[in-house]
């Protein structure tokens, strides 16, 4: 079957790193505010959605965007999982609201005949009908839609602009010719901490500043006590082997140890065994 060609343009959306490359960035529980340029040939008014899911999800979420200025509409999610997100914004033209713009102005311009414009809402409503088959929506629509057939001018400008036909026809769309931005960008949501986390770091093996044998990280349960108390949220052990004899660093980092300096745990040199006094 033949489709309708996809004539809406969808430009500039962000927020993107580096046009998609690399995912955007949030914690569980923030907001991602999502922008793009949509537009269209001609004159017909377009409608936008923001649509997310988490990667793996069938499904998409979706809300509907608002027009900020010129060619640019926002819309907003919130991302509550701590896992990894693709968007996209998807768009079409909005053939009901250009109607319903095209026949107020001709109805305040005093145009009578306005046979054409009313058979063309009549057939608009009627196909949003036959998109809410078997159900309470799609039967007011057959409502509506005849109603607009055999009223008079002043009848169907104030029926074409009833809240009521406006979320009906809202909610059942003709998308079948929709654009959507792809490839879909991603966005990691970390948990919360992940934004503002201390972390903490101790050597477990001289947790207890003694002499005669090295700590175990059962001594060092105090430490990371303190380390909770004083607000941190991470604890950062650097590595616990014991320092061997070879390529011992000394003072400040020098790469000669004198003797008597203790030199750092970051290289084991010639150490293969484990630490001789436990």
């Known amino acids: 079957m033949l489709r309708a060609f996809p004539s809406a343009v969808i430009e500039n959306l962000q927020p993107l790193v580096d046009g998609g490359r690399y ?3 949030r914690v569980v529980g923030e907001d991602l505010a999502v922008e793009a340029d949509v537009f269209k040939d001609g004159h017909d008014v377009v409608a936008a959605v923001l649509k997310w899911r988490a990667l793996g999800e069938p499904a998409w979420h979706e809300t509907n965007m608002v027009h900020v200025e010129n060619d640019r509409w926002r819309g907003v999610c919130t991302l509550y999982e701590n896992t990894t997100y693709e968007y996209t914004v998807e768009a079409w033209a909005d053939t009901f609201s250009g109607w319903q713009h095209e026949f107020a102005a001709k109805f305040k311009a ?5 046979t054409s414009e009313t058979l063309e809402g009549a057939a608009l409503v009627e196909a949003a009908a036959q998109r809410a088959p078997n159900s309470p929506d799609g039967q007011r629509l057959r409502e509506i839609s005849e109603s607009i057939r055999t009223s008079e001018p002043a009848e169907i400008n104030a029926l074409a602009r009833s809240g009521e036909l406006e979320v ?9 010719a929709a654009t959507q ?8 949501v970390d948990r919360v901490q992940a934004r503002t986390a201390a972390w903490y770091e101790f050597f477990p093996r001289s947790a207890e500043g003694r002499g005669d044998k090295g700590s ?23 590595p616990i082997h014991p320092i061997g004899f070879a390529n011992r660093k000394g003072r400040d980092n020098s790469v000669t140890s004198e003797p008597g300096e203790p030199g750092v745990p970051y290289a084991i ?3 293969h065994i484990g630490a001789p006094n436990g």
């Open 181 to 188: 931005y792809a490839p879909p960008p991603r966005v990691t």
């Open 110 to 114: 005093g145009i009578t005949n306005l």
């Open 168 to 176: 009906l026809m809202a909610t059942y769309p003709d998308r079948s």
């Open 216 to 238: 175990t990280f059962r001594d060092c349960l105090p430490r990371v006590d303190d380390a909770k108390a004083m607000g941190f949220d991470v604890i950062y052990f650097p």
């Open 269 to 271: 040199g010639n150490r």
């Open 23 to 25: 995912p955007v960035k």
